[in-house]
């Protein structure tokens, strides 16, 4: 379960977090690192318009972004 931490300065909130991240064990932070990257990978490849991916390619942004759909005004 996730804790929750409220605060009325946002500065706080950056310390709870930088704290819960360090509070973690060398194994669960390179776990969570690389939870990242796999979901971005997913999201890559989700575009049939990006480039496949070869090993060790790295993934600033797309290399065709979807457009997005456009609100329609009433």
Known sequence: MKNIQKASNFED???????FWWSK???E??????KLIQSAKEIYKANSKNKPLTDGTR???????I???K????
């Open 13 to 19: 909130i950056v310390s709870y977090d930088k704290a």
């Open 59 to 65: 993934i600033f942004k797309s290399d065709s972004p």
């Open 67 to 69: 457009e997005r759909r």
């Open 71 to 74: 609100s329609k005004t009433w």
């Open 25 to 27: 064990s060398p194994e």
């Open 29 to 34: 932070r390179l776990e969570a690192a690389l």
